[in-house]
């Protein structure tokens, strides 16, 4: 048995490359992360404005369930109390 360690085949030019592109599609995740979460941000905003507005206008029929400190729920439209 060889007790010689195996040469490495990579070069180091070739580590350059490897280490360019996987930073490049690093920053690529990342700005798809934004506009994810830019989206996110939207949707959260939009779904207030709908909670709001539920809570407001919506003629509530208030159930609880059947576990100790549950909160109220409006069956009708599902808004908490």
Known sequence: MDSEPQEETRTVSEEIEKNKTLKMKLKGCERKLVLI?????KIW???G?????LKKYCK???R???????PLVCS???VGE
């Open 37 to 41: 979460q830019k989206e996110q941000r």
């Open 45 to 47: 905003r939009e779904l």
């Open 64 to 70: 609880r369930e059947n576990y100790s400190y549950s």
């Open 60 to 62: 509530h029929d208030w």
């Open 49 to 53: 404005d709908s909670y709001e507005f």
């Open 76 to 78: 009708k439209c599902g």
